[in-house]
Each structure stands twice: as C-alpha cells, then as structure tokens.
C-alpha cells in the first residue's frame, strides 16, 4: 500500500466517521448546593467548586459560589463523577461517585474545616487503579503492581499491556522494536545506546509510573515507529514533610532498598528518593545450526550456554520546585544513576561434517561500569485565563560506560585424521561516552471555550564516542598485541530541530485536532580503524503531520479516529560499518547507509467507562517503509560463521486489534486484560535474498487482583505470546506467570512477596532460514530464571494516618484563621509545580 491510497483511505473512513457522528443531544443533569464554615457557620463566597468526570479525570463544569455561598452546576451528561470545592485557607472537600442520569442532586450546607498556616487536602484512602486508560494513552500505577516490587524498571516494563520484553532486555510495543523511550517527557542519556542494561539498573521503587502513547499527535517527537514509552521518575505531590523506607531480599543474591523524603510547603516543594539495587540474573541458551559448505556437504553445529550477570546500581532522584507566584512555578531535578555489573559466560559448541569434527569450549568474562548524570530546569507559567500555559525546560545529561571483556575461546579440532588443539585469549575494552542536551518550550492558548492552539520548538544535541579497543594474546611471545583490525573508534553526533502546531476544535461533544511537525535532522558518523577514517553524512528534512478526529458518543463513550506520521532514525551499532567478531559463530556489523524507516500509522479507538468495567479497545494499521530488519547470513565464504547485518527492507505492515478491559468484580477482585491480534507482512528483497513473508500473530495478559480482607492482597499475572514471523523465520510461543502478596501489618507498616516466571517457562525461541537454505538455525534463550523476592515497606510523616491526627489535634487548638494574602498561596494545596498532583501516595493513598 502506497502513502496515496493511505490517504485516500484514511479520508474515506473520516467521511463514515463524521456520518456516524449524528446523535440525540440532552440537557444534563445538575449538582447544587452551599459552602458554609464549619465552626462558625459563615458563609463562603467565592470559593471554586468543580466536577471532575470520572472515566478520564477531565473537568467538566466549574464556577465560584456566590454572595451566599450558594453554587449550581447545571448541564452535565449522564455518568459517574466527582465533586470537590476548594477555599483559600480551608481544606478541600471532595465527594466521590456521583451518579448523574438527568437528575438533580443537592448537596446542602458543606461544612468546610479550616486550616492553619498552608492548604491541606481531604486524603481518602483507597485501592488507586492499577491501570488508567484514555483515548491517547495509558497510564500504568507502580505502586499496585505487586508483581514488580523489588523490582527493575525492566521487570515493570514486562508487566504494561501492550509491552514485550525480549530476551536481550528490549523493549517492543505491540510487536514493534521501534519504539521511543523517555525519560520524565524528555529524552535522555538514560535512554542510549545501553538502554537495556540501564533500565536493569533503575529500580523500579523509584518510578511513578508508565506511560503508554501508540498514537502520538505532533506535540510529541517523531521519533518512535511503534509510538512513546514515558518512564515517571517520582516526585512529591504531598503536604509536610513525608518519607518512605523500603527493604527488598530475595534469591539470586537479591538485595535493595529504597528511601524517599518529601517536604512541601506553600513556597518550596523539596523531593529526593536515593535506591539500591544489587541482584543476579542468571540464563541460558541453546543453539543447533546446520549449514552446507561449497560442496553442498551438511555442517551441523550445536551450542550450549549459561550466563551470569550481577549487577550493582544505586539512583538518586531529587529536585526542588520554587512557587515565585500563586502561578509560576521555577523547578531544577537531576536524576544520578551509578552502576557496576559483571557477566560470566560459558559454553561449549560442537561442529561436525564436511570433514571437520571441533568442539570449541568458551570461558568469558565481562566486568563494566557506568554513570548517567541528568539535569533539567523546568519553568512552568499559568495565566488568569483557564488552561492558557508557557512551559520550557533545558535539560542536560551525560554518561559514561566502561567495559572489559575477556574472552577465552579453547579448540579441539580433529580434521584430515590430524589432532590439534589450540585456544584463543582475546581483551576487549570499551569505553563510551554521551552527550545530551534538550532545549524546549511549549505554549498553550485557549481561543475561547471551544477551541484551543497549541505550538511549541525543541531541539536536541546528541553525541556519542565509543572507543573499542582489543588485544589478543601471541601465541609466540605470550603477550597480548593490540590488534588495530579488531579495534574502532566510532563518533555518533545527531540534531534535530524541530516546530509543531496543534489545533483543537470542539463542536458540540465532536471535536478534531490537527497537527504539524517540521523536524530538521543532521547525522554524522565517524570512524576510525586500523588506520582509516569513515565518514557517513546523513540530512533531511520532513513533515510530520497528524489528525485525531474525536466523538464523545455519550458521557461515558469516546471513539476516535487518529493519523500520524512517524520515523526511526538508525542508531551506533546499526549504522557503524565496523565488523565485530567478538562472538566467534556469529559477526555483526552495522550499515553506514541505512536510511531511516518512515512509518504511516492510523487507529481507531474506543472506550467505554461504567461503574464496574473500564473498556478500551483500537484498531491500528501501520505502514512503515524502508523497513529495518537484522539480516543474518554465511559469512563471506565461511560455512560455519554466520554474520548479522542491518539492512533496509522495501516495507512492512502490521494491521491489528487490541482490546484492554478493566472490570470490579464485586469489592474483593479485579481483572485487567489485554488482548491484541496482528497481521504482519513483511516485504522481501532478493538481492538481500530475503524473501516475503507474512501471517498473524497475538499476545495477551491477564492480571487479577484479589483483596480477601482489607490489609491483604493477593496480585497474579500471565502472559502469552504466540507465534510470529519475523524476515527470516519465526519466533515460536513463549508463555510465563507471575504473582505477589501484600499485607498491610499497620497502617505505616506493609510486607510483600512476589515471584517472577513462576514455573520458569519464558523461553525466547526462534527459527531463522536464509540462503536459500544454506543457513537453517534454530536458538532457545532464556532472559532469566525464577525469582523470588521479599520486601518491608515504612512510611512516615506528616501525611500518614499519625501525622493527620497530630495535625487535626493542632487546629483543633487553635482558633482558624483566614490568609490575608491568598493571591501568594497556591490553591492546589500547595506544590503547583509541574508534578503537582503526580507523585506517588504511599499505601495506595489518592490525593482528592
């Protein structure tokens, strides 16, 4: 399929879509009531009440009371929602699960408690939703997934509908490998090349949570065939001062541990959370490859191997936001991750036919060190008029990551009847380097109550220096060589510019939003080897336009129509033309020409909310041409080395549907599901003798919670993912569950267990033919066995059900008093910077 018939495809089905659009339209019902103090029984004017939608956390209708405190909020659709009303130097009132079905519900008096010195807010304790779902995203909670405690960011990952997690640690949404990565919004060193390793390395107790975007809109980078993952770094959103301990033991030599401290008053919001995490991931791997050689004779290898990788990282997280006025807000984090690991790996390989019977035995041993260091500056700005904003950030990060291998490969070989064993002994050292930096702003202008511009500009510096560098031992001498044909020195600089424009326009309960992106980017690669310098050029400029088209068929219904246009820019070791023979079997070398993949993707959702089930479902079709995919062949003339290389592929599609389904099954359990089924077909190319290839393929999970008795809960988790194809094979089925307990031994006091691949059956298994059947191979890895870990958690302070009561007992002494200056106090209660209202409320506590 061709962008024109994309086009005109995607016009036709917004033609039925607009027709689909004509409804019934309703009055609403009503919510009505007064504000009055609840000691001296004063009338409250002025003060802001709201209602709040439910199934997305949208505000729907809002006013000020009047002279005599009276309000009425009139024309809201049916659904579920929540009221709350704020005053200056009083604490909030909410009211939770309104029903409205065209009726009119009078609150009466509210009676509202006064607060000394800073804005408090009611806390309601109850289960926070694991999963929060919308049109444009999904937005998964840490906190109550028990599975993960004790965790990585990696072991979170696996746990989010609609990712994967293969078996080398990266990261694919709905299939695709092609998938942007954030940081907090923003990219990040933390998100390089090593990005596997590094997201072992984060805990996942210092995550907030997960963002999910697999249609972005031209606000967001281009950047991401498949969409954006945007990893929440945990910040305060709480009153006080607040802290939480935690301590994690388990197999594998598995230890962390977790502190978070807080403090926030009406001028300053102060943040930190340090982590430790110190764990061992122990896998496997078998691999039969069979092979002919010139004279059509069959080789046949079979390879065995186990691996261990310790590894030792501590984070810390911390920031400080400063309220100069009741709306500007100045904010400065950095995130320091520091971190040790080492991999042992052994195995032996036996190569038999065409004359040659070799058992190769291999011993190797990988010890490496790094550090991701990032900064940002966040100014955040809110005019009187509602939802008009002036955001921008410069952030900066760096990092460094140094590794030794070495490599000691032993051979016995019998061949013509003549014994001969030898070995090689070969030390690789690498040392990397990144540079980031991220310049943006963003501004919002509400043209009236209708309609709304967006528009923004960001730019990014990026540089990357891996110096690899290898010495092999003489066999003569005994002494190790540097040998300049098996070393490099690869420079990786990127910018890219960029502009975007959005328009919203809301008619009636339809709404459309348009979209333009002007990326400019520049590459340039170096490098260096034995000698010889290699310079590549890449610059090009496109435009990246999306369209949603959105219809709140009633109050708790929204469908949508989405289109945009996105691209997948190759990266180091994709585009790096050095040929690397580390691993003895099988070589790997990137492709300086490499274009990037420019991808067409349109989806259709729907979602659905009653009291009970939450119900969102899409169907997507992507279009991505120039597609990339790693190409393993015979190398050169060789009938036992194979060699993997990057190549473009004229295009591939995937057209699927996925369906996530959150639903109460009464007060004590509740399911989320997620099922998504694809068609995929990849476009071949003979003279990279790869041939067509396609066929559907579909994953699902399923996580139950179960909550017997208030303080105990029981979380388990399974997957599925079925069978593939991939450009030279396929990948077989792989299925794994998982579960945790919870048990809340005070109200500041909780334990948990939880273990991971319960029955230790996650195998990554794959079959590739290439060739034309010269090369069949056939691989079972396995991440990492089962693990089982344990964990205490303590929190403190001034937000927990102690602290509440020494503060209720405070103001209960001393007369209320009203804040004669409420223009110099936030009204959100304090902390209006841009993570207000974000951070995490330990015990599954919502802040209303």
Same mark, same amino acid.
């Given at each position: 399929?061709?962008?024109?018939?994309?086009?005109?495809?995607?016009?036709?089905?917004?033609?039925?879509?607009?027709?689909?659009?004509?409804?019934?339209?309703?009055?609403?019902?009503?919510?009505?009531?007064?504000?009055?103090?609840?000691?001296?029984?004063?009338?409250?004017?002025?003060?802001?009440?709201?209602?709040?939608?439910?199934?997305? %956390?949208?505000?729907?209708?809002?006013?000020?009371?009047?002279?005599?405190?009276?309000?009425?909020?009139? +024309?809201?659709?049916?659904?579920?929602?929540?009221?709350?009303?704020?005053?200056?130097?009083?604490?909030?009132?909410?009211?939770?699960?309104?029903?409205?079905?065209?009726?009119?519900?009078?609150? =009466?008096?509210?009676?509202?408690?006064?607060?000394?010195?800073?804005?408090?807010?009611?806390?309601?304790?109850?289960?926070?939703?694991?999963?929060?779902?919308?049109?444009?995203?999904?937005?998964?909670?840490?906190?109550?997934?028990?599975?993960?405690?004790?965790?990585?960011?990696?072991?979170?990952?696996?746990?989010?509908?609609?990712?994967?997690?293969?078996?080398?640690?990266?990261?694919?949404?709905?299939?695709?490998?092609?998938?942007?990565?954030?940081?907090?919004?923003?990219?990040?060193?933390?998100?390089?090349? %090593?990005?596997?390793?590094?997201?072992?390395?984060?805990?996942?107790?210092?995550?907030?949570?997960?963002?999910?975007?697999?249609?972005?809109?031209?606000?967001?980078?281009?950047? =991401?065939?498949?969409?954006?993952?945007?990893?929440?770094?945990?910040?305060?959103?709480?009153?006080?001062?607040?802290?939480?301990?935690?301590?994690?033991?388990?197999?594998?030599?598995?230890?962390? =541990?977790?502190?978070?401290?807080?403090?926030?008053?009406?001028?300053?919001?102060?943040?930190?959370?340090?982590?430790?995490?110190?764990?061992?991931?122990?896998?496997?791997?078998?691999?039969?490859?069979?092979?002919?050689?010139?004279?059509?004779?069959?080789?046949?290898?079979?390879?065995?191997?186990?691996?261990?990788?310790?590894?030792?990282?501590?984070?810390?997280?911390?920031?400080?936001?400063?309220?100069?006025?009741?709306?500007?807000?100045?904010?400065?984090?950095?995130?320091?991750?520091?971190?040790?690991?080492?991999?042992?790996?052994? =195995?032996?390989?036996?190569?038999?036919?065409?004359?040659?019977?070799?058992?190769?035995?291999?011993?190797?041993?990988?010890?490496?060190?790094?550090?991701?260091?990032?900064?940002?500056?966040?100014?955040?700005?809110?005019?009187?008029?509602?939802?008009?904003?002036?955001?921008?950030?410069?952030?900066?990060?760096?990092?460094?990551?140094?590794?030794?291998?070495?490599?000691?490969?032993?051979?016995?070989?019998?061949?013509?009847?003549?014994?001969?064993?030898?070995?090689?002994?070969?030390?690789?050292?690498?040392?990397?380097?990144?540079?980031?930096?991220?310049?943006?702003?963003?501004?919002?202008?509400?043209?009236?109550?209708?309609?709304?511009?967006?528009?923004?500009?960001?730019?990014?510096?990026?540089?990357?220096?891996?110096?690899?560098?290898?010495?092999?031992?003489? %066999?003569?001498?005994?002494?190790?060589?540097?040998?300049?044909?098996?070393?490099?020195?690869?420079?990786?600089?990127? !910018?890219?510019?960029?502009?975007?424009?959005?328009?919203?326009?809301?008619?009636?309960?339809?709404?459309?939003?348009?979209?333009?992106?002007?990326?400019?980017?520049?590459?340039?690669?170096?490098?260096?080897?034995?000698?010889?310098?290699?310079?590549?050029?890449?610059?090009?400029?496109?435009?990246?336009?999306?369209?949603?088209?959105?219809?709140?068929?009633?109050?708790?219904?929204?469908?949508?129509?989405?289109?945009?246009?996105?691209?997948?820019?190759?990266?180091?070791?994709?585009?790096?033309?050095?040929?690397?023979?580390?691993?003895?079997?099988?070589? !790997?070398?990137?492709?300086?020409?490499?274009?990037?993949?420019?991808?067409?993707?349109?989806?259709?959702?729907?979602?659905?909310?009653?009291?009970?089930?939450?119900?969102?479902?899409?169907?997507?079709?992507?279009?991505?041409?120039?597609?990339?995919?790693?190409?393993?062949?015979?190398?050169?003339?060789?009938?036992?080395?194979?060699?993997?290389?990057?190549?473009?592929?004229?295009?591939?599609? %995937?057209? +699927?549907?996925?369906?996530?389904?959150?639903?109460?099954?009464?007060?004590?359990?509740?399911?989320?599901?997620?099922?998504?089924?694809?068609?995929?077909?990849?476009?071949?190319?003979?003279?990279?003798?790869?041939?067509?290839?396609?066929?559907?393929?579909?994953?699902?999970?399923?996580?139950?919670?179960?909550?017997?008795?208030?303080?105990?809960?029981?979380?388990?988790?399974?997957?599925?993912?079925?069978?593939?194809?991939?450009?030279?094979?396929?990948?077989?089925?792989?299925?794994?569950?998982?579960?945790?307990?919870?048990?809340?031994?005070?109200?500041?006091?909780?334990?948990?267990?939880?273990?991971?691949?319960?029955?230790?059956?996650?195998?990554?298994?794959?079959?590739?033919?290439?060739?034309?059947?010269?090369?069949?191979?056939?691989?079972?890895?396995?991440?990492?066995?089962?693990?089982?870990?344990?964990?205490?958690?303590?929190?403190?302070?001034?937000?927990?059900?102690?602290?509440?009561?020494?503060?209720?007992?405070?103001?209960?002494?001393?007369?209320?008093?009203?804040?004669?200056?409420?223009?110099?106090?936030?009204?959100?209660?304090?902390?209006?910077?841009?993570?207000?209202?974000?951070?995490?409320?330990?015990?599954?506590?919502?802040?209303?």
């Amino acid at each position: 399929m061709n962008s024109r018939v994309l086009l005109k495809l995607l016009f036709i089905t917004g033609l039925l879509f607009v027709a689909f659009n004509t409804r019934a339209q309703t009055t609403g019902g009503s919510i009505s009531g007064k504000l009055v103090d609840a000691s001296t029984g004063k009338i409250l004017d002025f003060a802001t009440v709201a209602v709040v939608r439910k199934s997305d %956390n949208q505000p729907v209708k809002s006013m000020q009371t009047d002279l005599q405190g009276n309000f009425k909020l009139s +024309g809201i659709p049916d659904g579920y929602y929540l009221f709350r009303a704020t005053f200056v130097g009083y604490i909030s009132f909410t009211k939770d699960s309104l029903n409205i079905k065209g009726n009119a519900v009078n609150l =009466g008096n509210i009676k509202m408690h006064g607060s000394k010195g800073v804005l408090k807010e009611v806390t309601v304790t109850a289960q926070r939703s694991q999963i929060q779902l919308s049109t444009d995203k999904k937005v998964f909670s840490v906190d109550q997934s028990l599975v993960s405690q004790g965790g990585s960011a990696t072991d979170l990952l696996s746990n989010v509908p609609s990712v994967q997690v293969d078996v080398d640690g990266n990261i694919n949404l709905r299939g695709s490998s092609s998938v942007r990565v954030l940081i907090n919004g923003k990219p990040s060193a933390l998100t390089g090349a %090593n990005l596997s390793d590094i997201l072992q390395s984060i805990p996942a107790s210092s995550i907030e949570n997960i963002e999910v975007i697999t249609n972005p809109s031209s606000k967001y980078d281009a950047e =991401g065939q498949s969409g954006i993952i945007n990893i929440v770094l945990k910040r305060n959103a709480q009153v006080g001062f607040n802290g939480s301990v935690t301590a994690t033991a388990g197999t594998q030599h598995t230890y962390n =541990g977790s502190v978070n401290l807080t403090y926030q008053n009406k001028l300053i919001n102060i943040y930190t959370n340090y982590s430790y995490r110190k764990g061992t991931r122990i896998g496997n791997g078998v691999t039969n490859t069979t092979t002919l050689d010139s004279l059509r004779r069959t080789i046949q290898q079979n390879a065995i191997n186990d691996q261990e990788f310790k590894i030792t990282s501590n984070n810390i997280r911390s920031g400080i936001d400063f309220n100069l006025d009741r709306k500007t807000t100045l904010s400065f984090s950095n995130n320091i991750n520091i971190r040790d690991n080492n991999r042992y790996q052994t =195995g032996t390989t036996s190569i038999m036919g065409g004359g040659i019977n070799q058992q190769q035995t291999q011993n190797n041993v990988s010890s490496g060190n790094g550090n991701n260091l990032d900064f940002n500056l966040d100014f955040d700005h809110k005019y009187k008029k509602p939802q008009q904003e002036f955001t921008a950030n410069i952030g900066y990060s760096t990092s460094k990551n140094n590794s030794t291998d070495n490599l000691n490969t032993g051979y016995n070989t019998i061949q013509n009847g003549i014994d001969s064993i030898s070995s090689l002994l070969q030390n690789n050292l690498t040392i990397g380097r990144q540079h980031n930096w991220n310049i943006q702003a963003d501004y919002v202008l509400p043209l009236n109550h209708n309609n709304r511009l967006e528009m923004g500009y960001r730019s990014t510096f990026n540089k990357n220096d891996n110096n690899y560098l290898v010495d092999t031992l003489n %066999n003569l001498s005994n002494q190790y060589v540097f040998a300049d044909t098996l070393s490099n020195h690869f420079i990786y600089n990127e !910018q890219i510019h960029s502009v975007y424009t959005n328009y919203q326009q809301q008619f009636g309960k339809f709404g459309i939003q348009g979209g333009l992106r002007l990326e400019d980017a520049r590459i340039n690669t170096t490098t260096y080897s034995a000698g010889v310098t290699e310079q590549h050029k890449q610059d090009y400029f496109r435009v990246y336009p999306s369209l949603f088209l959105t219809d709140k068929i009633t109050e708790n219904q929204t469908l949508q129509l989405s289109y945009s246009r996105r691209v997948s820019r190759p990266r180091d070791r994709q585009i790096s033309p050095f040929l690397d023979r580390s691993n003895r079997q099988n070589y !790997q070398q990137g492709n300086p020409d490499l274009k990037p993949e420019d991808t067409h993707s349109i989806e259709l959702s729907y979602i659905n909310y009653w009291k009970s089930l939450t119900l969102t479902s899409s169907l997507y079709y992507r279009l991505t041409n120039d597609n990339i995919q790693q190409i393993r062949t015979l190398y050169d003339n060789s009938s036992t080395v194979t060699l993997t290389k990057f190549e473009n592929l004229k295009s591939a599609s %995937n057209a +699927g549907y996925e369906l996530i389904a959150k639903v109460n099954v009464g007060s004590m359990v509740d399911l989320t599901g997620n099922v998504n089924v694809y068609y995929r077909n990849i476009q071949g190319d003979p003279e990279l003798g790869v041939q067509s290839t396609s066929g559907y393929a579909w994953n699902a999970n399923l996580t139950g919670n179960i909550k017997p008795f208030k303080k105990f809960g029981i979380q388990l988790r399974g997957d599925y993912q079925g069978p593939q194809v991939i450009a030279q094979g396929n990948m077989k089925a792989m299925y794994g569950m998982d579960g945790g307990l919870k048990y809340d031994i005070t109200k500041t006091l909780n334990f948990s267990a939880n273990a991971r691949d319960i029955f230790n059956t996650r195998k990554f298994t794959s079959v590739v033919v290439s060739d034309n059947g010269a090369l069949n191979q056939y691989s079972e890895r396995r991440f990492a066995t089962r693990i089982v870990l344990f964990t205490l958690a303590y929190r403190f302070g001034a937000n927990t059900p102690a602290g509440r009561q020494r503060q209720q007992k405070k103001q209960d002494q001393q007369p209320d008093q009203q804040d004669t200056n409420p223009d110099d106090v936030p009204q959100n209660g304090g902390g209006a910077g841009p993570g207000a209202g974000k951070g995490g409320q330990p015990g599954g506590q919502i802040k209303m």
